[in-house]
Structures are given as structure tokens and as C-alpha cells.
């Protein structure tokens, strides 16, 4: 679990959709010092990745474990590698979508509670096959007060 680093970017652009551009965007927004771009590794193999966004309260954005690798305990891992970063800040925030009711039973499991805040966005995005689409998304977020962050796997 680190920090995504000029080395891995490559490599973590190669394994993108063609014209995603997620990973090499990112780096660049960290290298900006706007967030830092989260990766968990098996081996050489990056296996999740998650956004930490430097807000007035970091916020963890596109989280995401490789569907092969879910269920073991590697987004809990990136979430806790997140508050370690944020451990300066009061509290930490995720975002997550009104349709994605697992996730957040994850995020309330690890202590994080609704702000009552909402927010609808609509976006474009690269799907896996490379096809650019459109999606709308109504968000809840979700904070949870620091100075206890969860240890790393
Ligand atoms: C949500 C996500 C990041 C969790 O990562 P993970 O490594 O699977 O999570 P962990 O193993 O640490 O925790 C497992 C928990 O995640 C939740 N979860 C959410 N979606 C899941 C999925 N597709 N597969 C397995 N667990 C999922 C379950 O509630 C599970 O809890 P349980 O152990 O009580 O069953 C990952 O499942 C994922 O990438 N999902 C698709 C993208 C997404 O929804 N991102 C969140 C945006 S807010």
C-alpha cells in the first residue's frame, strides 16, 4: 500500500482502457500537491486504488478494488492507508453513491457516519471496453472523526 509513484505510473496507465487517462491525471493532480493517489499491491500486481483529496477534510475519492480481489479486506487496507495520510485533519470523508448500499456498509462498519450532505453529479467517464459513456450518480457522504485511524493490513 503507497503512494503512486513516478515509477508506477506507466504501469499503472498501461492497464487502463485506452483514452482513460485516469492514473497519469491523478499523478499529475499529486504532483500538484492537490491529493495523493492511494495504490495496494500484490507483488508487482496493483490490485486497488483509492483518491485522497486534500480538502479543509481529505476526502477519499474512486475507491476501487479489482473485482478479482474483492472481499479481502484490501479496500479496508486503502481506507485505513487513507486516514494514516489524513491523521493531521479532524476527520476524513468518502462519498458514496445512494446505489451502492455494500460499500457503504463497509465505510459505516469502519466508524464512518452520515454528514446529511448530498450532492448529484453527472459526469463522463471510460468504461472498461474503452467506450466513453454518461452517467448521473446521487452521492451521501460520509465522515468519520480521526485520532483512531485504522491500522494497515
Ligand atoms: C467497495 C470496495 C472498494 C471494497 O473493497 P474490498 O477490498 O472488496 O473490501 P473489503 O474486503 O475490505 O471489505 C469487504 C466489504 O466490502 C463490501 N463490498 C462492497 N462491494 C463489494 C464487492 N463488490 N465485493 C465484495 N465486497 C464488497 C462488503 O460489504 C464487504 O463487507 P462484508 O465483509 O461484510 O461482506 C470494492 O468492493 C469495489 O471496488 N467495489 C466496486 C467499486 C465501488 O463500489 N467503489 C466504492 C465507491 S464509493
Not at 81 to 99: R, T
Not at 139 to 148: P, T
Request: with cysteine; aromatic share 8%; net charge neutral.
Amino acid at each position: 500500500m503507497r503512494a503512486c509513484t513516478a515509477a508506477d505510473v506507466e504501469l499503472l496507465a498501461a492497464l487502463e482502457p485506452a483514452g482513460k487517462n485516469y492514473a497519469r491525471s491523478t499523478f499529475r493532480r499529486q504532483e500538484h500537491g492537490e491529493c495523493v493517489l492511494l495504490v495496494a499491491w500484490l507483488g508487482t500486481t496493483p490490485v486497488g486504488s483509492g483518491e485522497l483529496e486534500w480538502s479543509a477534510v481529505p476526502e477519499l475519492k474512486n475507491l476501487r478494488v479489482a473485482e478479482r480481489w474483492r472481499g479481502r479486506r484490501i479496500g479496508t487496507a486503502l481506507i485505513g492507508a487513507a486516514e494514516q495520510q489524513s491523521a493531521a485533519a479532524e476527520a476524513m470523508e468518502i462519498g458514496v453513491g445512494q446505489d451502492n448500499p455494500a460499500a457503504r456498509r463497509l465505510y459505516e462498519r469502519l466508524g464512518y457516519a452520515p454528514t446529511g450532505r448530498s450532492e448529484t453529479f453527472s459526469y463522463h467517464y471510460i468504461d472498461n471496453q474503452g467506450v466513453r459513456q454518461a452517467a448521473t450518480e446521487a452521492v451521501d457522504y460520509l465522515r468519520k472523526r480521526l485520532g483512531s485511524a485504522s491500522p494497515l493490513i
